[in-house]
């Protein structure tokens, strides 16, 4: 049954948002003085084709914010389904400076610092920054990909996750390979362009 | 096994565009002809808390895209499990015109038409216009929000969708109530504060 919710638009934007499944990225980067800092986030999404661009929110409060301000650069870690320790090692307050100690980070190979077994990589410079509030879309612009062969992301959905054995196990029986379990060409479709 | 992309960057960002796992919502407005226009989208995310805000992208060669302009507002339609067909019909170029006989659409009470029993409704004022090449952010301030009591959205992954009975009934098992399933309370987990 749906209702019109009586409570603050907020709360109700709040649960809203709570019914979207969201595949969890780490945000990370490095700032000129050799440190690595990281984010665990879910409002990323592609922007556009031509250039190549993603969007990704962050509150300005974040401890991301202003190393990502200051440097430009950063890469979104797609996070694979068994990597929920990350998804909570880089959402923790404590501990912040080791969030890097947990997972398997190259901070070396290139300018911003990657899982190396995240489902997948992309490696941006950021082209703009839009102030919208309480946080700033920075939008970027995809230098370099680098994806995995399997298809098993870790999806949180209102306030936890897909059980990992799930989100692995039910992907061959769910969904249809290469978009056959589409109508037509799912390259086709109108809005779902992208997948 | 991770492998560096040896083929363009545009397929790779494909591929990992395709690991991402994406709540499909269909986007409608209004024109002042008093006609219906909407189309299925996966490039949709919340952007800031205040003010209250989400982004969509949309293709400018998409039919949506003129009447968005146009007319500055819209709803964003947060499908169910149940709804894949209406994806299908608003994904479809054949029949453009018929999509909103599709399906329990209110499309009087509010400014923009909205689907009676989706997941949530979304409405929304333009509130900046983002040109990014081949797609338009189009950023929303919330005007609005209707939300349906179960939590079961259609998820979009890897060109299919998942099995609409797993998505409906794994919910109670995999994911945790109201965050008990993250650490801490979820609301204060950076980067994923909205959920």
Chains 1, 2 share one sequence.
């Not at 100690?101 to 190259?106: C, I, K």
């Not at 290139?110 to 997948?120: M, W």
């Not at 919208?132 to 879309?137: I, V, W, Y």
């Not at 692995?168 to 379990?181: C, I, S, T, Y």
Request: net charge negative; aromatic share 6%; glycine share 8%.
């Amino acid at each position: 049954m749906n209702t019109t919710v009586s409570d603050t638009t907020t709360e109700a934007f709040r649960l809203a948002m709570r019914r979207f499944a969201a595949t969890v990225s780490i945000i990370s980067t490095t700032t000129e003085d050799g440190a690595c800092h990281g984010m665990a986030a879910t409002a990323v999404t592609s922007l556009s084709m031509d250039p190549l661009s993603v969007l990704i929110a962050v509150n300005s409060t974040a401890s991301l914010h202003g190393p990502l301000s200051e440097i430009g650069s950063y890469c979104v870690n797609v996070l694979h389904a068994t990597q929920r320790k990350q998804c909570e090692v880089f959402s923790s307050k404590k501990d912040r400076d080791k969030r890097f100690d947990s997972g398997n980070w190259d901070i070396k190979s290139a300018k911003s610092p990657f899982l190396i077994d995240a489902q997948a990589n992309i490696f941006c410079t950021v082209e703009r920054m839009v102030d919208c509030g309480s946080h700033t879309a920075f939008i970027g612009l995809v230098d370099e990909v680098r994806v995995d062969n399997s298809v098993a992301p870790l999806i949180y959905l209102d306030g936890g996750f897909l059980k990992e054995t799930e989100a692995a196990f039910r992907l061959p029986h769910g969904v249809g390979a290469h978009g056959n379990d589409v109508k037509g060409n799912a390259r086709q479709l109108e809005g779902i362009e992208w997948l």
